[in-house]
Nanobody, 115 residues
Framework: QVQLVESGGGLVQAGGSLRLSCAAS????????MGWYRQAPGKQRELVATITSGGRTNYADSVKGRFTISRDNAKNTVYLQMNSLKPEDTAVYYC?????????WGQGTQVTVSS
């Protein structure tokens, strides 16, 4: 079992920046992927970005060029730097951890972008 603790959400004006962090603890396997999904009111949860333990990244088209995912393997922590935020980025952002045993999800952190 892996526990995920997210931080860094909040309210920001359009064009601003936020940085999300997610620390994983518990039974961490050396080969894994971590990432972020988001869910806006009335919409399905969608992929934002993922990063493997080897550093391979994947981004949703809607955030490419604005968001950057990174990780510190020594701290089992993943980060999401979000720049040039738009009102449509408003959502609950969920951290994920995936290894050969399956997926684990954080409780989510609210990001609100005002116009």
């Amino acid at each position: 079992q892996v526990q995920l603790v997210e931080s860094g959400g909040g309210l920001v004006q359009a064009g601003g920046s936020l940085r999300l962090s997610c620390a994983a603890s518990g039974s961490i396997f050396s080969i894994n992927a971590m990432g972020w999904y988001r869910q806006a009111p009335g919409k399905q949860r969608e992929l934002v970005a993922t990063i493997t333990s080897g550093g391979r990244t994947n981004y949703a088209d809607s955030v490419k060029g604005r968001f950057t995912i990174s990780r510190d393997n020594a701290k089992n922590t993943v980060y999401l730097q979000m720049n040039s935020l738009k009102p449509e980025d408003t959502a609950v952002y969920y951290c994920t951890y995936t290894d050969y045993l399956g997926d684990n999800w954080g409780q989510g952190t609210q990001v609100t972008v005002s116009s």
